[in-house]
T-cell receptor, first 114, second 113 residues
Framework: EPEVTQTPSHQVTQMGQEVILRCVPI?????FYWYRQILGQKVEFLVS????????KSEIFDDQFSVERPDGSNFTLKIRSTKLEDSAMYFC????????????FGDGTRLSIL | DQQVKQNSPSLSVQEGRISILNCDYT??????FLWYKKYPAEGPTFLIS?????DKNEDGRFTVFLNKSAKHLSLHIVPSQPGDSAVYFC????????????FGPGTRLSVLP
């Protein structure tokens, strides 16, 4: 069964450094998402992406965050200057079409900021 | 801002019995609801969904019930199996275009052999 893959599984970065989290969504899907889950807290929406542009973003997704689909397969989340509070699990998800459809999640990247 | 609530952080059930997980929501705009299961070190896995035009949806051992007037949904697992032990998240959304999901805090289900 097709799946969403994320790399790396664990990223350790010094505070203030840039980090790029990578995702390969399911190949025929059109809608892409990033969520995060801080330890012990809820899964929170960050951003949705369709047709090479951001559809919606949350308050968390400030100017330090950006997303890109640099080619036909990858979907990346960049954090420009990481802060301690960016430490979390980051999940990528994809969805095949609009409307009431489930999103399919990758296994996440654990980001640890030192 | 707790738009989606799961008031039981944990639930223990004997193997073979029914597991009932509950979820409440506050935003009457939500029109699509889902349950996800999550094992440690894995991402959420989609289980079952229901749109607001229905009040019940079944898939094998899993049934989701929606009570719109009470803004409440539940997931029934019958019979429960040890492999069902995981964290279960309720999620909700509205709109037709690239909608984000709002997740509840999750309920940890333990199915005891």
């Amino acid at each position: 069964e097709p799946e969403v893959t994320q790399t790396p599984s664990h990223q350790v970065t010094q505070m203030g450094q840039e980090v790029i989290l990578r995702c390969v969504p399911i190949s025929n899907h059109l809608y892409f998402y990033w969520y995060r889950q801080i330890l012990g807290q809820k899964v929170e929406f960050l951003v949705s992406f369709y047709n090479n542009e951001i559809s919606e973003k949350s308050e968390i997704f400030d100017d330090q965050f950006s997303v890109e689909r640099p080619d036909g397969s990858n979907f990346t989340l960049k954090i420009r200057s990481t802060k301690l509070e960016d430490s979390a699990m980051y999940f990528c998800a994809s969805q095949d079409r609009a409307g009431n459809q489930p999103q399919h999640f990758g296994d996440g990247t654990r980001l640890s900021i030192l | 801002d707790q738009q989606v609530k799961q008031n039981s952080p944990s639930l223990s059930v004997q193997e073979g019995r029914i597991s009932i997980l509950n979820c409440d929501y506050t935003n009457s705009m939500f029109d699509y609801f889902l349950w996800y299961k999550k094992y440690p070190a894995e991402g959420p896995t989609f289980l079952i969904s229901i749109s607001s035009i229905k009040d019940k949806n079944e898939d094998g051992r899993f049934t989701v019930f929606l009570n719109k007037s009470a803004k409440h949904l539940s997931l029934h697992i019958v019979p429960s199996q040890p492999g069902d032990s995981a964290v279960y998240f309720c999620a909700a959304s509205y709109g037709n275009y690239g909608q984000n999901f709002v997740f509840g805090p999750g309920t940890r289900l333990s199915v005891l052999p």
